[in-house]
């Protein structure tokens, strides 16, 4: 029985079977071709310190040639779900990303409160108060609130 590739562009199987696994469509995005594409990505996070966002990457970058399938927003995160082998590639690009919003906002290269936001969403980066003092714990004060002249 034919599958999905034997049919022609806007050709329909028939009623009934449009969602039985005999017309599954070929997939487009081989591992290959993930692979290809998150190597690049590291690499167009190396020709140019200016290039920060994974989002840019995709979709203003000149350079991104012809691809097998369409670029999405979450095209990153849905090609790490089916192809986990690819986290290393994706670790480094977002380590990179996350050194260079530092650098960045540091030497007031970009907005610190935009770099401080994406900082804390995108790489789980928070601030900490420091509530020692000369490495001792500070003791919170006790503030007895009562009514009148009983001890309470």
Do not use: C
Not at 55 to 66: A, Q, R, T, Y
């Amino acid at each position: 029985m034919e599958n999905s590739s034997h049919f022609k562009k806007g050709e329909l199987p028939p009623v009934g079977k449009q969602f039985s696994s005999e017309y599954k469509p070929s997939e487009k995005w081989t591992e290959e071709e993930a692979y290809r594409l998150f190597n690049d990505l590291v690499a167009w996070f190396d020709e140019d310190p200016a290039n920060i966002f994974f989002e840019e990457f995709l979709f203003d970058n000149p350079n991104i040639g012809e691809r097998p399938g369409k670029l999405y927003p979450d095209l990153i995160s849905n090609l790490l779900e089916k192809i986990p082998s690819l986290g290393d590639l994706y670790n480094s690009a977002k380590k990179k990303q996350e050194v260079r919003l530092m650098k960045y906002a540091s030497h007031d290269k970009i907005n610190a409160g935009m770099s401080k936001f994406l900082l804390s969403a995108k790489h789980g980066l928070k601030e900490k108060s420091d509530v020692t003092s000369d490495d001792k714990e500070l003791k919170a004060p006790i503030i007895k609130i009562g009514y009148g002249n009983k001890e309470d």
